[in-house]
């Protein structure tokens, strides 16, 4: 990993992104960076480019025009095999859990793994290791279809962190869930970032989910998350909110609370 | 609906020749690199051949049987009945057995590889596939490739037995023919470049099947709705490639074997 990040840059830098598809622009000069460590959180109405902006950081997606560097290399101009290697670095959720449906859960979470060609007896340790970690242990067995949706985005995070990425991509983890569920999930999100310290970057429509990661914290010892001390929030989330394609904010949680724009009080609010 | 212009609509008939093109080139490129996917490629042979197996059998017998009835009368005007082993032989070996076994085929798995790949598609498995360090060209197009080339030959050697079988007992039963006249007057009717010409059909069939199947489910997008257009679009483009291709294989053979 350390050969594959360029010491001292930052983990993601936009420089001048714009995209486009069939119905117009999606993105357009978008330009932002995301230090090694921090949570960076997107927000934004619907249609307003987040998953298309995620797609891009993991190369998913290119860009029409600028330049998109992850781990300090030029992944707008990647070729297939290049960025096969670079998402070996890179955990993603997707917005619908995108399980596997003909594979079980165990095959699921371990799929990486196994392409990896690691031994049997250790992929089964490491899918029992990060199913405990999404408390999912009971369902190794199951088959997605027989998963409830709070239970699939768990089985998806776990899929995501089973590699131990450097970098975490979550599109939109709680979307369609109901609250307690929804909170249990950005309790994990807290959790591994917290434990891991990997770079993240998480799309949620719930700005009480936000506003969580950006004022809690894990307690390992008594394994829950708590409140930050004192009322602080995490010097380490920031947010991201895009307009219609277009960076209207991008600063830290207390910059973002006090912001004086009339659209991004109103959202907030 | 949404119409469009006739140079786009030409652009997009040739921007998906060129997709279909970079598609197979880079499927058949993948058969000679590492990583290779052995265990799908045996799972889609059990899927593709042995779940294809019982069509091709029941289509091949009842096309042999029909073909020995037809010929019978016509042949019969001309007193040449006894040569109605020659007729289904010939026909079933270089025709029908190859054309019917791709077309059969086709309906059965094309439609199968367009809706598995595109609902994977529309539900973001294949992003995910990707975002996983797989690329889904080597895993899910390359596998169902070598799977369907391989087992098209053979089923279509079980096709054309099943149809001379079929033929042989109709005229062994109905038409009161001499059974071993009827196999010596097919055996002899064939030349070797027939059975070349039937033998080269069922590579392309196999080609044609998996490379449309995988085309049509890789671009699927619109949900649901839009998995069953591709699994449409996919059986019919497949089923007319197939004919069109057996009609230039055929133009090609005669070319080289004079018949």
Not at chain 1, 239 to 258: A, C, K, M, P, W
């Amino acid at each position: 990993m350390t050969e594959f990040l360029s010491v001292g840059g930052p983990m993601i830098e936009f420089d001048d992104v714009t995209i486009s598809f069939d119905r117009g622009p999606v993105l357009k000069n978008v330009s932002f960076q995301v230090a090694l460590g921090e949570t960076r959180i997107l927000l934004g109405p619907t249609g307003s480019g987040k998953s298309v902006l995620m797609k891009l950081v993991n190369g998913l997606l290119k860009p029409d025009s600028g330049q998109i560097r992850v781990f300090g290399r030029l992944v707008s101009e990647m070729d297939e095999r290049d960025l096969l290697v670079m998402r070996s670095h890179v955990g993603m959720v997707f917005q619908e859990s995108a399980l596997f449906d003909s594979l079980s859960v165990e095959d699921n979470v371990g799929y990486r793994l196994e392409e990896e060609h690691l031994d049997p007896r250790e992929i089964r340790e490491r899918v029992l290791e990060v199913l405990r970690f999404v408390d999912l242990e009971d369902a190794i067995d199951k088959f997605p279809d027989k998963l409830s949706g709070g239970m699939r985005r768990r089985v998806s995070i776990a899929r995501a962190i089973i590699g131990r990425p450097e970098l975490l991509l979550y599109d939109s983890p709680t979307g369609g869930l109901d609250p307690i569920t929804s909170s249990t999930i950005i309790e994990l999100v807290v959790k591994q970032r917290d434990v891991s310290h990997a770079t993240c970057l998480l799309i949620t429509h719930r700005l009480q989910d936000a506003f969580t990661l950006a004022t809690n914290r894990y307690n390992l010892r008594a394994n829950h998350m708590e409140p930050m001390p004192n009322h602080e929030v995490d010097a380490g989330t920031k947010f991201l909110v895009l307009q219609d394609g277009r960076v209207i904010f991008d600063g830290s949680t207390l910059e973002l609370t006090h912001s004086s724009d009339p659209w991004l009080l109103g959202y907030i609010e | 609906m949404r119409f469009l212009s006739p140079d786009a609509y030409a652009k997009s008939i040739v921007a998906s020749v060129q997709d279909y093109s970079l598609m197979c080139a880079r499927a058949v490129a993948n058969i000679f690199t590492r990583p290779r996917y052995t265990a799908d490629i045996f799972t889609q042979m059990d899927s593709i051949g042995v779940g294809s197996l019982p069509i091709v059998v029941l289509t091949g017998f009842f096309t042999g049987c029909v073909l020995a009835l037809q010929s019978a009368v016509s042949l019969k005007e001309f007193g040449a009945v006894n040569m109605t082993g020659g007729l289904v032989t010939m026909a079933m070996i270089k025709e029908l057995g190859p054309v019917l076994t791709g077309l059969m085929v086709s309906g059965r798995n094309t439609s199968g590889m367009a809706s598995e790949i595109g609902s994977m598609k529309v539900t973001e498995q294949l992003d995910a596939m990707r975002a996983l360090g797989t690329d889904p060209l080597r895993k899910l197009v390359t596998p169902r490739l070598v799977a369907a080339v391989f087992m098209l030959f053979f089923l279509t050697i079980i096709s054309d037995a099943c149809g001379i079988g079929g033929g042989a007992f109709v005229a062994v039963t109905m038409l009161r023919l001499n059974a071993e006249q009827f196999f010596h007057t097919g055996y002899m009717s064939l030349a070797h470049g027939d059975i070349v010409e039937g033998l080269v059909k069922p590579l392309f069939s196999g080609f044609i099947i998996a490379t449309i199947g995988c085309y049509y489910g890789l671009r699927t997008s619109g949900g649901t709705r839009g998995v069953g257009q591709s699994t449409t679009q996919a059986v019919v483009s497949s089923s007319v490639l197939i004919i069109l291709v057996d009609f230039l294989v055929t133009q090609l053979m005669i070319g080289i074997f004079g018949r």
